[in-house]
């Protein structure tokens, strides 16, 4: 082995002892972004802190959320969008994981799967839309980005739920 094999191996040892332990029977309620990866059966969780640049990873199974809608249409929000204030009075921004919905209370959490290749993101819900008759979610382009590999549709048929949080 070469010397930044040795290198490389002792950075990835370090970095992987100094993760903290994270309780797994209740999901971290994050009041940042959330990037979602399905692993096996358990759906990995990363909660990014952008300004702290701090991530905390968890899981989630599918138990832990409730059908909104099994098929409905989702679109992305345009880049005009970003720095606009949007109906819960956050400031917008395309590259976090933000979504609009018409009824669903700011701050809820959805899980949004995209039909055709079964990709899924949990967002936060913090605006209202879209205005669009068919379409139930709009969601930031970095979300959209997550769940296909072609912007340039626009739409996806998807399947949404929220996350049922304990009472």
Known sequence: MKLYHYIALIIAIITLSSFEEVDKSKPKKAETNIGLQKVNDTIAVIDSDFENDSVVIGELVEDDFETVSEQTK?????????????????????????????????????????????????????DRGPFIKGRSVDMSKRAFMDLTDNLGRGVLDVKVERLVEDI
């Open 74 to 126: 989702a679109s992305y929000y345009h880049d005009k969008f970003t720095g606009k204030k949007t109906a819960s009075g956050e400031v917008f921004d395309n590259a976090k994981y933000t979504a609009a919905h018409s009824s669903l209370p700011f701050g809820t959490k959805i899980k949004v799967t995209n039909l055709n290749n079964k990709r899924s993101v949990v967002l936060t819900v913090t």
